[in-house]
């Protein structure tokens, strides 16, 4: 019987392992298969470059290597499909053979689509530089999130002094209405696109203080508005405090956040507001006042 290396290059058969597969690529690839049963859809749009993208984004999980079985499983494909795509890949050179392992895993070439974004990413740019120097002057991690859809997205990072590691890197998401970074930024946009994102989002807890409840997390947008900033304490980690503010783009609206997270052995809640929130709001406002070619109508 041949395993998955060769049914990855064209044989057949196989075992596959029982279980359901852990990582949340399987819930979003349902949402997607799900999608292209709808009728309506355009000639143009090519299918098989979106099962190519739900083999990659089998990766999101916590599995850094994954059989084919197990690929096929979190992407929510069949194996056939699998075993195509991931030649394809693999012969791309996204994928790797883990050698003397029937295991596949991300090469170092995805990375060249980081590099294209930030590369040409005007916020990037502008951003960096105040990140940098709060990350500094106060010895905190320092962090730039963009709203993308109802998750926030990690754009870019300056890690503080002090050695605690939290394993965010760049492109981690994060859902928006869990964050100060994507509840700041929320609290700038209109409120028919609040309710939107709110009924996107999956109001599953991150950690044992995740609030879930959508009329307080609509309160938490509220307070957020009214502030100009939001303060956040173990919304999405444990042992984390964070402080955001608004960037606003030349058209007013809401783009992304400057963050600030600091954990709760050494910070309070009110020593927080106390001092580091004046620290986002003038880094968000100093952004605010470039102009964002990228964003231009």
């Known amino acids: 019987m041949m395993g998955d290396s060769d049914m990855a ?38 299918g098989s470059t979106e099962k190519a993208f739900q083999v990659l984004h089998a990766f999101d999980g916590p599995r850094r290597f994954m059989t084919l079985a197990d690929i096929a499983r979190a992407a929510g494909l069949d194996r056939s499909a699998t075993q195509r795509v991931v030649y394809t890949l693999e012969s791309l050179g996204y994928l790797k053979r883990i050698e003397g392992t029937r295991d596949y895993g991300l090469t170092s070439k995805v990375l060249q689509f980081s590099h294209s974004y930030l590369k040409a990413n005007e916020l990037f740019d502008k951003a960096s530089p105040y990140l940098l120097d709060m990350s500094r002057n106060l010895g905190e991690t320092c962090n730039l999130h963009e709203l993308d859809g109802h998750e926030v997205v990690f754009v870019a990072r300056f890690p503080g ?14 859902p928006a209405y869990f964050t100060a ?45 009214k502030r100009g900033y939001s303060i956040q304490t173990n919304q999405s980690v444990m042992g984390d405090i964070s402080v955001a503010a608004p960037i606003i783009d030349e058209h007013g609206r809401a783009i992304a956040a400057v963050n600030i997270s600091v954990p709760t052995t050494r910070w309070t809640t009110e020593r927080v507001e106390a001092e580091l929130v004046q620290h986002v709001h003038v880094a968000a406002t100093s952004i605010s006042k470039s102009k964002f070619k990228r964003y231009a109508a």
Do not use: N, W
């Open 9 to 46: 290059r064209g044989g057949q058969g196989g075992s596959e392992k029982s279980g359901k597969a852990k990582s949340p690529a399987k819930a979003r690839a349902a949402t997607r298969v799900a999608k292209g049963a709808e009728p309506g859809r355009s000639s143009l749009f090519v």
């Open 161 to 174: 002094q002090h050695l605690i590691h939290i394993d965010f890197v760049i492109g981690s998401r994060l």
């Open 181 to 225: 970074s994507g509840i700041a930024i929320l609290a700038a946009l209109p409120g028919a696109e609040q309710q939107e994102l709110l009924k996107r989002t999956r109001l599953e807890p991150l950690t044992p203080y995740t609030i879930t409840d959508p009329d307080k997390l609509m309160k938490q947008v509220h307070l957020a508005a």
